[in-house]
């Protein structure tokens, strides 16, 4: 179970959240929204752990673990995801040496054996496969020259392979055309199970149509000022944050 | 993008990085009185038992250095070298040269186990013949300060005609051939450090594969300078006779002392028509510690002649040692069609300085040289690429392909790219291409958050980025070079 309790942060200085108050329980799908500046970005680096994200009040706790004292690698190791909304590139790193890097960190961390050559090439075709994709992209290096979509799709085979039990999708939707978003989805969807917990921060209703969340969220102001089941979703879509005190154009 | 300020104190944290070639071995030695005279030259000379030609051309050598001055235009500073204070000959002690490894003082095996160097012949051997055609086995030279002490396969190498062995040796066995070669792509007049080796060398490799042969091995040499206030001057001559070819490695360490020690060489290739050398250098000489004190000055000479048509050179190098690197492999593109190659990758942490880079002369009809360059920046350290591409007016078709790039780490390092072109051929192609970049921020955080500690991050990104070089290092050394990849920077950030 993760337990956010009046997390306040302030980035470069300015206070972005302004007391989150959150309970994830295993299995659930949580949908953070918001409009743009209301800090949804910025939860998920707090909780992802990135430098110069400073937390001046509140709590996390993981798994009964206080999450905020630990580093970015170690939370990783404890099952935090955060698939990226930017996607970074590293040249001249091959997919399967960074992957095979992250999982045998984590299963060292985790006190596990590390997975040899061939035990990780089964795992990883067998993920592959799994996701649709192709063997091809296991070779290029992490993110170079990858389309918007194909950028998504790699953040959700690297969440099939090292399997969180804490998945963060920021703004997973973001750059993507339909068709994109309905691959990107389906992977996240096959991903669900009772003991993973996702909590997905978006801008549009259009993704919980194709992941439907348990629990929606609205974030304004570095506050949840609203909390439903995924009716609110589309609420929002209908009459915009303008209720929240916002004022945007859709 | 700018640092974050956590990365820039804990590069200023950086304590003694780890060198783990530091060690320095209990040995008796032959140390010639420290300085630098015709005295010592003859001294040098005489313990080598050597022909009064040789004798000759060293004394030749000391003459024009002494009337040479150090080059100034190489962006690295340092205290003026006292040429006078340091030995030109030291020697691990021995009645005579020693005969078999038998002989060799046991405090020196136990060192070349230590820092990973099989020297017994038999092991190797044995081990050979269990894993026949897996991996094949690799000659050694070791040259611990300025003695050969041992170099094992000779036998099985002369079987084919392969001559490798010291050089003092070559002088003694093959005098005719060392006459022929020696300085013929290095002249004794070259450049000041050159010179100097020229006057004072003491030992190093000799290779010669006759007409025709493939090396059915990797040839290597292994420099450890040990004693303290020397400088080392090994001097290695690699022929390739037509239509032969060698693959040749050489590895360098030496014990963590508080005062600079000298390293200068000298390398010479000489490829014939259709022969082709390869040149693998794996360079961990000490360089200092995380506040500058100590470590080697390497300022090397090694230049590669494609005397042939159809010939090839191919240097590769992974520079992470010594304190200041001058260094520029460079080839001479006599024969027609002939090919040269510069693959390097130099790394510089703390307040390690390097100025190094490539020569690349076309003069033969279709020649093509490609350079590849990968600095790494990081603390203070300063690094230089420099580099000639120089067409003669006769090199019709001459092409080439230049790409320098640099990566830093933290704010307080810096990489500069000094290209020199000169064409006097209208038919010549050049290309030069150079990027400059930082780990950043972004990258680090993305390692992390799939779990990879910083500093594995930085060495994994690191890898990443020199990956077209490291592909050209020999499978045995590719892997070791990856790991000194990450070793030369821990503490660079994290």
Not at chain 2, 65 to 71: A, F, G, K, L, R
Not at chain 2, 97 to 117: C, F, H, N, Q, R
Request: aromatic letters at 8%.
């Amino acid at each position: 179970m993760i337990e956010i309790k009046n997390l306040h942060a302030k980035v470069d200085g300015k206070d972005i959240l302004k007391g989150v108050d959150l309970t994830i329980r295993p299995g659930e799908v949580h949908a953070i929204m918001g409009p743009n500046g209301a800090g949804k970005s910025t939860l998920s680096y707090v909780l992802a752990g990135r430098e110069g994200y400073e937390v001046t009040e509140g709590s996390v706790t993981y798994y009964g673990k206080d999450l905020l004292a630990l580093e970015p690698e170690q939370r990783a190791a404890e099952g935090v995801f955060l698939a990226f909304q930017y996607p970074v590139e590293i040249p001249g790193v091959a997919n399967t040496t960074f992957l095979k890097t992250a999982i045998n960190a984590m299963r060292k961390h985790r006190g596990e054996k590390e997975l040899d050559a061939m035990q990780f090439l089964k795992l990883i075709r067998e993920k592959t496969k799994a996701l649709g994709m192709s063997d091809e992209m296991l070779k290029r290096a992490v993110n170079v020259g990858f389309s918007g979509g194909e950028k998504k799709r790699n953040e959700t085979l690297q969440m099939a392979v090292l399997e969180p039990k804490f998945a963060i999708l920021d703004e997973t939707d973001s750059g993507l055309d339909i068709d994109a978003l309905k691959i990107v989805a389906e992977g996240v969807n096959a991903l669900r199970s009772p003991e993973r917990s996702m909590l997905v921060i978006t801008h549009y209703q259009r993704l919980l149509d194709y992941i439907v969340p348990d629990h929606v969220h609205v974030l304004a102001a570095g506050r949840v000022v609203k909390s439903g089941g995924k009716e609110l979703a589309l609420e929002l879509e209908k009459n915009g944050y303008r209720d929240f005190g916002v004022n945007e154009a859709a | 993008m700018a640092a974050q300020p956590e990365t820039i104190d804990q590069v200023r944290a950086v304590t003694e990085q780890k060198y783990k070639y530091g060690f320095t071995t209990d040995i008796e030695s032959d140390v010639a009185p420290k300085g630098l005279n015709e005295d010592i030259v003859r001294f040098i000379s005489a313990k080598k038992n050597e022909p009064e030609w040789l004798l000759e051309w060293r004394l030749k050598a000391f003459r024009v250095w002494q009337t040479m001055e150090e080059p100034q235009w190489a962006a690295v500073s340092f205290p003026p070298i006292d040429y006078q204070d340091a030995h030109y000959y030291a020697a691990p002690k021995q009645k005579a040269g020693p005969k078999s490894l038998d002989e060799v003082d046991p405090e020196l095996l136990k060192t070349y186990a230590k820092l990973g160097i099989p020297l017994r012949e038999q092991e190797i051997l044995a081990g050979v013949e269990g894993s026949e055609g897996k991996s094949p086995a690799i000659a050694v030279d070791a040259v611990f300060d300025s003695v050969s002490v041992a170099t094992t396969f000779k036998a099985k190498l002369e079987e084919m005609g392969i001559i490798f062995c010291a050089i003092s040796e070559a002088v003694q066995k093959h005098p005719d051939l060392v006459k022929k070669y020696l300085g013929s792509v290095v002249p004794y007049t070259d450049n000041f450090y050159a010179t100097l080796n020229c006057a004072v060398f003491t030992d190093g490799s000799f290779v010669y594969i006759p007409k025709g042969v493939r090396c059915p091995m990797e040839l290597s040499t292994y420099f450890r300078i040990n004693q303290a206030n020397t400088g080392q001057f090994e001097r290695t001559l690699i022929i390739a006779d037509a239509g032969s070819h060698v693959s040749y490695l050489e590895g360098c360490t030496a014990p963590q002392r508080d005062e600079n020690q000298l390293h200068a060489a000298v390398v010479e290739l000489v490829a014939m028509d259709d022969a082709t050398i390869k040149y693998s250098t794996v360079q961990n000489w000490y360089p200092g510690n995380a506040e500058g004190v100590g470590g080697i000055y390497n300022f090397v000479t090694k230049r590669g002649a494609c005397r042939g048509k159809n010939s090839k050179i191919s240097w590769t190098q992974v520079e992470t040692g010594s304190a200041i690197t001058w260094k520029y492999p460079s080839c001479i593109l006599q024969g027609d069609n002939s090919v040269g190659e510069f693959y390097s990758v130099a790394i510089t942490n703390n307040f390690q300085q390097a100025d190094t880079g490539t020569k690349m002369i076309h003069i033969g009809k279709n020649t093509r040289s490609t350079i590849v360059s990968k600095g790494i920046s990081a603390g203070k350290a300063q690094q230089t690429y420099r580099g000639l591409v120089k067409i003669l007016p006769k090199a019709e078709g001459a092409r080439n392909h230049t790409q320098c790039d640099s990566l830093l780490i933290g704010d307080q390092c810096g990489a500069h790219t000094v290209p020199y072109i000169e064409s006097r051929n209208r038919s010549a192609r050049i290309e030069h291409e150079a990027t400059t970049a930082k780990i950043s921020d972004d990258q680090l955080f993305y390692c992390r958050q799939r779990g990879i500690a910083e500093e594995d991050a930085v060495s994994l990104i690191v890898n990443g980025f020199c990956k077209e070089v490291l592909k050209e290092l020999p499978m045995e050394f590719a892997v070791e070079a990856q790991k000194l990849v990450g070793i030369s920077l821990e503490g660079s950030v994290g």
